[in-house]
């Protein structure tokens, strides 16, 4: 991966179909986006919860730390976050529904998709996003394979990206790599509820990581249901 690539950038890349740039779990891929880059916050040490005993009881979320940071992605985020301080899932909607066109915007820039524009039976205008470099993309699946199938210890960005895809609903559709079964699956739902192990820098950022994840797989049973 490009050492400036943001955790939500890796994310999006996962859950898009390389053929054609449609999203994985679009009815809430928003909440997973701004989870990502909530959660990029945290591991940044620029968020904190308001009481930090009540991240799953409607606890707020609020700025910390002094400077700017180093994307005008998260610093926009940021600055959301410090001049309204809000729950996790207000600030879900309120950071991730703005993120699709930025973000795809800079992944074209990358050359790591391309913008195709056709017309649907000659006549309806269609633009498509199929990725154009997917070598980022299979070293990123090749680590995630390590850690679910071979129980490679990760570091916490990786831990982070595979807890989003998890609660996602989007893990199986990841398939040939990593490769779906049952025990995947238990080892990315203990990513998803902050068991990082040795990745873990503090037990804060993972309790964050956590909490995201529930809220965005919360979201997901009450869109499906």
């Not at 000659?122 to 070598?135: E, M, V």
């Not at 873990?200 to 964050?208: C, D, E, F, L, P």
């Amino acid at each position: 991966m490009q050492d400036n690539t943001l955790i939500v950038e890796e994310v999006l890349l996962l859950m898009l179909d390389d053929e054609y740039g449609i999203p994985a779990g679009a009815g809430t891929l928003h909440h997973t986006l701004g989870g990502a880059v909530l959660v990029e916050l945290a591991l940044l040490g620029r968020i904190k919860p308001e009481d930090s005993r009540a991240w799953f009881k409607g606890t707020k979320v609020l700025a910390t730390g002094a400077g700017s940071l180093p994307d005008p992605l998260l610093q926009s985020a940021y600055d959301t976050i410090t001049a309204r301080p809000g729950q996790v899932q207000s600030l879900l909607v309120t950071i991730g529904s703005g993120l699709w066109k930025p973000l795809t915007e800079r992944l074209v820039e990358r050359g790591l998709l391309r913008r195709e524009r056709k017309r649907l039976l000659g006549l309806f205008p269609t633009t498509s996003l199929p990725a154009t470099d997917t070598g980022h993309e299979a070293e990123l699946r090749e680590r995630m394979r390590a850690v679910l199938e071979h129980g490679e210890e990760p570091d916490a960005r990786l831990a982070a990206i595979i807890a989003l895809i998890s609660a996602s609903g989007t893990l199986p559709s990841l398939d040939p790599v990593p490769k779906w079964s049952g025990a995947v699956a238990t080892r990315a739902k203990e990513l998803e509820q902050g068991n990082w192990g040795a990745a873990a820098v503090n037990s804060a950022v993972t309790q964050i990581a956590a909490a995201f994840s529930a809220a965005s797989a919360a979201t997901v049973i009450t869109t499906l249901s």
